[in-house]
């Protein structure tokens, strides 16, 4: 599998770390209770199809990327920083 | 066998013209010669040897089948570099001078193999037969059945030494990979090549041109072997392309990556002191034209499997390319055109063939050949090697005599690769084989007679086609190529797969599964061909049923009355070819696999004869034994004493240091730790806790506040890597609105604790700096010198004594570690290592990842008080979860045995005295263990259910696996100086 990652450019997957569903970065505020964050730590739909993901490319730029992964196929759709994603999702929020 | 004499007299005129060097090798003890250019296979039929082997289950003599990477019989061992390499395929192997190979699965000899006796006992042999023979007694299984059944069947014996060849890795990038070099690949690469892109062209032979090499038309007037290797010159001489011979793609991967395996020196004729025997390729490419050429297939007939009978398109490589003719009384059987060609090669080169069988109605008449129309051959005569078969025309039989019987079925597109990425292939009924679906690898066009296009001309044009397609997707312009005449006529192929009639007819060679293995299997309810191909092992011997798996296909839908599409195939799986394990793990093995880190102070560890103990990737010293010590507990329990009553030094660089700068960094480090950071005051540490958002403990280690906007922080030396990701994910992925940037530091800075109530005196005296307990109190930090070295000081304690940690820039680690070491020496002092380490934490009850194991919180561990509830951090909502808060739970405690002689067990479980020692009963488990000198008894960590309100009880410490039980005390876990006066003073 190959990404291409904001910074360094397509590189192999072995240069990555994978963390898990993109809903990390939805942390819930700390007041909103138990249940949210049980939520958040542990429920994961199990997508056939187009999964947001979390990567590190650990052995690289050490950026964090959201990435876009068909998971019938591995095809990778897109690749940008959680920061950036992170950044707009705020921007929406208000 | 024929005699040797006059066959060689008979090849004076076709010896190879290019590469005409005689070289020698030995087959089983025996020398015989061959030329380079030879392979293995082609230069044991110069010689005359046609028995190579004998089959894996049922003992029978094989010889040469093809002339490829298909081959499933020709397999012999090859000695090479004192190492035994089994199952080479002989075809395969470009031969060199004194190379040195054996016959294998035979015993005594190959010409008498005792177990030959299988041949005879096979009508208990067939499918299903281990399954349903060897099942009672159970017991007899591994202790009987299975190591006899291990020793008879089988074929190369693994060398017992370890694998010495020298193995390398390697990357390549390109836009178009053309896999394979025949007439599709070579016009493909072409087209692609005279646009300027980067192209490979790789092919598994050592020679490029494929199907070119083995036959006779021309190509624009040229001898198409001698067109190949001009078209061949041309590319490599242009600056954009890469020829790649020798190199086998074995597996296609997400995003255009295959991994290939070029032979560099392995049975090579040019290997090279300096080179390795193989590189394993990883290729990227963006896109690629996969012209891996066909197969030809055999027919199923009784007795096809004795040596002597062979493909006819091996028949015309041998003859064609090799100049060796594999017998001198050839009859060739087959179903189509190509079948016929090999008759004409065989002519004009003056071999006698006797008879020419085709199984189509029409066949038009050959001069000089008997020729059988609508006819197929039944059964052959051996006994070892071939000398008769019997034809079927109708109801009339006729027998003749022969040495060599070429056949052909068809030709098999290799569409292995396609396979590899889940899709399977398709059944065409027009040409009788399977295709690849379009596009079933992403960005992979077939072309050539891979694709069904089996013409010489159409497959040179099919291969000019596809590269343009992939051109326009590149959007790169490309040129009119023209394509060159040569052949163009269908081969005319009508399908037979297996010839009916009484007796064994094989299928899979390698694996001896025959015609009544696939019956048996059918009789038993094996219908689907996923089924079948396991009870029968039908393919799965290491040539993947190459030359029979379709055949077995054909054999199956003509058993079910299914047509083959509805039959189905099997997948392919990577690798095309079999692959030396060591070769897949190249730049992995040895000490490459783990690298090792050493410390600063390595040298110095080394030169006192510290033994090493691993860290991780760490190696640190363990204990400095002196002079007159003959146990490690000796040296442990001097330096325990050493640092307890003056001062000890102790490399702890390895320690994650991770440094924290940036306006926000309090933020950050306020989310990351359980504990209030940003209250600390400049030139303070303070201990922190860092949990999981789960809510468990991750990672204890303290922060020293070193400039306003300035932090450094420890983490423990199994996490390090840990936290500084999970920094990253919190900066990057949460909070990115945190000005602060983190960067591990751990190899940048050597850092030393200096620990004992004699280790003020020794700071003072090395620092520039006047350290005092005023100026310089527990937990905080100074900027220092040591001569003109500037370092960090910090007053921290893993011991539970007076100490100090100092850092200086790595360079001057072992300059360092000397200097401290020669002045604790003057001090009574000295280094300690790992084990007094871990005894001075014990002692005071300080917690390592034996403790924090993942599933610790910390409650369990008695800091629930380090959780600032007044403010978010991650992990906090979820430590509040209830089973997180339940004091049922397992929580840490001391451990003293009642008798102070027993011995604590690390790992062992805690009972209550009077209940079984059984999972039910059992109240937690040790994780720490040590003797402490300084309490002259065995002492422990535990995590007990409950365990904090149970100091003082009496429970039994019981260890199943080491035959132990022992009464114990739990206790408060900080078993010395528990009011820390010491660390103060």
């Known amino acids: 599998m190959r990404i291409i990652c904001p910074i360094c450019g397509e590189r192999d997957l072995r240069e990555f770390h994978y963390e898990g569903s993109s809903k990390l970065i939805d942390r819930p505020d700390a007041g909103a209770g138990l249940a949210a964050f049980h939520d958040y730590v542990y429920i994961r739909d199990n997508i056939a199809g187009i999964n947001e993901e979390l990567w590190s490319h650990e052995y690289g730029c050490r950026g964090w990327l959201l990435v876009s992964r068909d998971t019938n196929t591995h095809e990778i759709m897109s690749t940008e920083l959680a920061r950036d994603a992170k950044f707009k999702r705020s921007e929406n929020e208000t | ?117 299988n041949d005879f006992l096979s009508p208990f042999l067939g499918a299903g037969f281990y399954y349903k023979t060897f099942m009672w007694p159970k017991s007899f299984w591994e202790k009987l059945y299975e190591p006899v059944i291990r020793s008879a ?15 390398e890795k390697a990357f390549a990038f390109c836009d178009v990979l053309i896999i394979g070099a025949g007439p599709a690949g070579l016009l493909a690469a072409k087209t692609a090549a005279i646009t300027g892109i980067q192209v490979i062209l790789a092919d598994e032979d050592f020679v490029g041109g494929g199907r070119l090499n083995s036959e006779t038309f021309k ?183 022969c040495d060599c019987l070429a056949i052909s079925g068809g030709w098999n597109p290799s569409i292995h690769l396609t396979s590899h990425m889940n899709n399977k292939p398709i059944w065409n009924e027009t ?58 006529e269908d081969y005319n192929c009508e399908p037979l797969w297996q010839v009916d009639g009484k007796g064994r007819a094989w299928l899979d060679f390698q694996n001896d599964v025959t015609v009544k293995d696939l019956k048996q299997s059918q009789k038993e309810n094996m219908t689907s061909v996923e089924h079948m191909k396991r009870y029968t092992t039908q393919g799965m011997a290491t040539d993947q049923g190459k030359n029979s798996n379709v055949n077995a296909i054909g054999v199956m839908a003509e058993l079910t009355g299914q047509t083959i599409s509805l039959t189905g195939t099997t997948t392919f799986r990577p690798p095309f070819s079999p692959v030396a394990i060591g070769a897949l793990g190249a730049g992995g093995d040895g000490k490459r696999f783990a690298p090792i880190r050493k410390t600063t102070s390595h040298n110095f560890n080394e030169e006192r004869g510290s033994p090493n ?76 806790l860092m949990l999981r958002e789960d809510g468990h403990v991750m990672d204890d280690g303290t922060c020293a506040r070193i400039g306003q906007q300035h932090y450094i922080i420890t983490t423990t030396t199994a996490a390090a890597g840990q936290v500084i990701r999970h920094l990253e994910f919190v900066l990057q992925v949460l909070r990115p609105d945190i000005d602060a940037q983190v960067i591990s530091v751990t190899e940048q800075w050597a850092q030393f604790a200096i620990a004992g109530p004699k280790a003020r005196k020794l700071v003072d005296k090395i620092c520039e700096q006047e350290i005092s307990n005023a100026q310089m109190p527990f937990m905080s930090f100074l900027e220092v010198n040591v001569g003109e070295v500037a370092a960090r000081l910090f007053r921290i304690s893993f011991s539970g004594e007076h100490a100090y940690e100092i850092s200086v820039a790595a360079s001057y680690g072992d300059a360092m570690m000397r200097l401290l070491v020669s002045e604790a020496e003057l001090l009574e002092g000295g280094p300690y290592g790992m084990e007094a380490l871990n005894v001075l934490r014990i002692e005071k009850g300080f917690i390592t990842h034996a403790e924090i194991d993942g599933r610790a919180t910390a409650q369990d561990i008695g800091m629930k008080k380090m959780i600032n509830e007044g403010k978010d951090c991650i992990g906090q909502v979820s430590s509040l979860r209830p089973g997180l808060v339940d004091l049922e739970r397992e929580q840490l405690v001391g451990i003293k045995p009642i008798n102070k002689e027993d011995v604590i067990l ?14 039910i009963n059992d109240q937690g488990h040790i994780t720490s263990v040590c003797y402490s000198p300084t309490l002259n008894t065995s002492i422990a960590l535990a995590l007990i259910k409950n365990g904090h309100k149970r100091h003082g009880e009496t429970l039994k410490m019981v260890d199943h696996l080491r035959n132990s039980e022992i009464l114990v005390e739990l206790t408060s876990p900080i078993f010395f100086d528990s009011t820390g006066s010491r660390v103060r003073g």
């Open chain 2, 906 to 919: 690390a790992g062992a479980h805690v009972y209550p005295v009077d209940k079984n020692p059984k999972r």
């Open chain 2, 431 to 488: 040409i009788n084989c399977f295709l690849s679906r379009p596009r079933a690898v992403p960005n992979m066009e077939v072309a050539g007679s891979a694709n069904g296009v089996f013409s010489t001309k159409m497959a040179m044009t099919s291969g000019v086609f596809r590269a343009r397609e992939i051109l326009k997707e590149l959007g790169v312009k490309f040129q009119n190529i023209r394509v060159p005449e040569t052949e163009n």
């Open chain 2, 1 to 117: 066998m024929q005699s040797l004499k006059g066959q060689r007299m008979k090849l004076k005129n076709l010896e190879p013209t290019n590469n005409s060097k005689k070289i020698y090798f030995t087959f089983d003890d025996k020398k015989y010669f061959g030329y380079l250019g030879d392979t293995l296979a082609s230069a044991l039929l110069r010689n005359g040897v046609k028995i190579i082997g004998r089959s894996f289950k049922y003992h029978r003599p094989r010889g040469v089948l093809t002339a490829g990477s298909e081959e499933p019989n020709a397999l012999v061992s090859i000695l090479r570099n004192g190492q035994i390499n089994p199952n080479i395929k002989a075809t395969e192997v470009e031969l060199y001078d004194n190379l040195i190979s054996t016959s294998q699965n035979r015993w005594p000899s190959l010409k008498f193999d005792f177990l030959r006796i």
């Open chain 2, 219 to 401: 190509i624009d007037g040229q001898e198409c072997s001698q067109w190949a290797q001009n078209e061949l010159l041309k590319l490599r001489e242009m600056p954009n392309v890469r020829v790649m011979t020798r190199t086998t793609i074995l597996g296609v991967y997400d995003g255009g990556t295959y991994s290939a395996l070029e032979k560099v020196g392995e049975y090579s004729s040019e290997a090279i002191d300096h080179l390795p025997d193989s590189i394993f390729w990883r290729i990227v490419s963006k896109k690629t034209v996969l012209c891996s050429g066909s197969i030809e297939r055999p027919i199923v007939f009784k007795n096809n499997d004795r040596p002597g009978i062979m493909m006819a398109s091996a028949v015309r490589t041998f003859l064609n390319r090799f100049g060796v003719i594999p017998g001198k009384k050839i009859i060739v059987f087959g179903n189509n055109d190509d079948a016929r060609r090999t008759v004409f090669d065989l002519q004009s080169k003056g071999v006698e063939v006797i008879a020419y069988v085709d199984s189509r109605d029409k066949v038009e008449k050959i001069k000089n050949t008997r020729c059988f129309a609508n006819s197929v051959i039944v059964n052959t005569n051996g006994p070892m090697t071939l000398s008769a078969v019997t034809i079927r025309t109708g109801n009339t039989i006729t027998k003749l005599k």
């Open chain 2, 613 to 688: 103990i691993e860290a991780g990737l760490w190696m640190r010293p363990n204990w400095f034994p002196k002079q007159g010590e003959l146990h490690w507990r000796e040296s442990c329990d001097r330096e325990v004493n050493m640092v307890r009553n003056f001062v000890g030094i102790c490399d702890v660089s390895t320690l994650g240091k991770i440094d924290v700068q940036g306006p926000d960094s309090a933020i950050l480090l306020d989310f990351v730790y359980t504990n209030k950071i940003s209250s600390l005051m400049l030139g303070k540490i303070r201990y922190g």
């Open chain 2, 153 to 167: 069947a089988g074929l190369g014996k693994l060398s017992p030494v370890a694998d010495n060849s020298v193995y």
